[in-house]
């Protein structure tokens, strides 16, 4: 295991595509946990590019980097089917991980990358960035509280045109490469926020569509889903609308929570709103505080509280969980774990897509992965 002796936790890049310059590399330029060590890529003229605006050696071979780039910590953003071999190459040299989501494309995948930082005592942590805002913080703490009652319902929409983002490479529509085109892009941020707030899937149906784009993709989907706790829930996304699609709506037996992470739109204006029967005294300090009356005099007996948190980064919060993982100040927020669960619902569905029906979660260890064909 890597022992941390500086106070700044050096990190190395494996890819220096577009999420390290958007995200990865400026976040970590601004922390003072961490600074940039090292960036690996296949192509060495990106990660050349990336340590001259953010620092660090540029490398062309992960083994070099790994061995002389001395760096105590990974961040994995290649295209997903890279992302096992980078992520165990890290872990065998003693190096903590934080993966980008997807884990990996199959379970398999994400079983062998768990293991190798078991072996090596290694932090393994996935890019669930979304977990981080601070609408879903609030209302994760709030369903954890039973203050909507039991969620017996929940539906998630995130979309984003393909030209919407400014990627590097092509390789997300092909699928030899990234293992699905839109669910494992998009959808499985919202296969982990379903988990994180309402608890562990029994089931999925899928519905996969090749609708508008020039590659044979799904960029139209539907999970249908089933929860342990007897939850049902609906999952969708694509990749042709103009507009970014976001927002998602949980319904208690006591209230309705809808938060939107990425943005909003004239019919959800807030990042988060809060449906209540409770009156003003039932009210969590959080929803006290926000509640603005219309009139001074008039109390609150009831209906919706709107709130806008701070706008926080993500990314921060993400890499200073890390940071504080590796330093054994807490366990790992989002842990490989997380990202085989969420892993396990897509390979699911493309068995639903298969078999036209529902697939009981969890998948048994031997279950295949058989990547869908889009006419
Ligand atoms: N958390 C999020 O919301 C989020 C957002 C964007 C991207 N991501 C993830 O980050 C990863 C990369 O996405 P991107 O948008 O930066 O892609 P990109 O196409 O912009 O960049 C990919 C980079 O990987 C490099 N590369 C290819 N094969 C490699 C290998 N074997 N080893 C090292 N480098 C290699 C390419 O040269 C390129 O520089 C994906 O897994 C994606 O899912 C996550």
């Known amino acids: 295991m890597a022992q941390i002796t500086k106070p700044q936790i050096r990190i190395g890049l494996i890819g220096a595509g577009a999420i390290m310059r958007l995200s990865h590399g400026p976040v970590i330029n601004r922390s003072n946990e961490a600074t940039l060590a090292a960036v690996f890529d296949t192509d060495l003229a990106r990660a050349e590019a ?18 002389t780039g001395g760096v105590d910590a990974v961040i994995v953003a290649t295209p997903n089917r890279f992302h096992a071999e980078g992520a165990i190459a890290a872990a065998n040299h003693g190096k903590h991980v934080l993966c980008e989501k997807p884990l990996a494309i199959t379970i398999t995948e994400c079983r062998a990358m768990i ?60 699928l030899a490469q990234s293992g699905g085109g839109t669910i494992i892009d998009l959808t499985i941020h919202r296969i982990d926020l379903a988990r994180h707030l309402v608890g562990d899937f029994s089931g999925v149906v899928a519905e996969l569509a090749h609708s508008v784009m020039d590659e044979k993709v799904d960029d139209n989907v539907f999970l249908l889903t089933r929860f342990q706790n007897g939850a049902r829930g609906s999952l969708a996304s694509n990749r042709y609308s103009p507009n970014i699609g976001d927002g998602t709506d949980l319904y208690g037996t006591e209230g309705t929570i809808h938060l939107a992470t990425e943005s909003i739109n004239p019919h959800n204006s807030s990042p988060l709103a809060i449906y209540t029967e409770k009156s003003m005294k039932d009210l969590p300090d959080i929803l006290r505080e926000a509640h603005y009356p219309d009139a001074w005099w008039k109390g609150f007996e009831g209906g919706w509280i709107t709130l806008k948190p ?39 569905a493309y068995l639903s897509v298969q078999s036209k029906g529902w697939i009981d979660l969890p998948l048994a260890d031997a279950a295949p992965f058989i990547l869908p064909t889009y006419a």
């Open 50 to 67: 990336i340590t001259r605006d953010f620092g660090g050696k540029a490398f062309d071979n992960l083994d070099q980097m790994l061995e």
């Open 115 to 174: 293991a190798a930082a078991g072996q090596a005592k290694t932090v393994l942590q996935v890019g669930f960035n979304q977990r981080f805002w601070t609408q879903v913080k609030i209302a994760k703490t709030l369903i954890d509280a039973g203050f909507i009652g039991k969620v017996h319902q929940m539906r998630s929409i995130y979309s984003e045109k393909y030209t919407a983002y400014p990627a590097m490479t092509r390789y997300r529509y092909d």
């Open 310 to 348: 701070p706008r926080i980064s993500p990314y921060e919060e993400q890499l200073k969980s890390f940071c504080g993982a590796i330093r054994g100040e807490h366990p790992v927020e989002i842990s490989g774990h997380d990202g085989l669960r969420a892993q396990e619902v897509v390979q699911a």
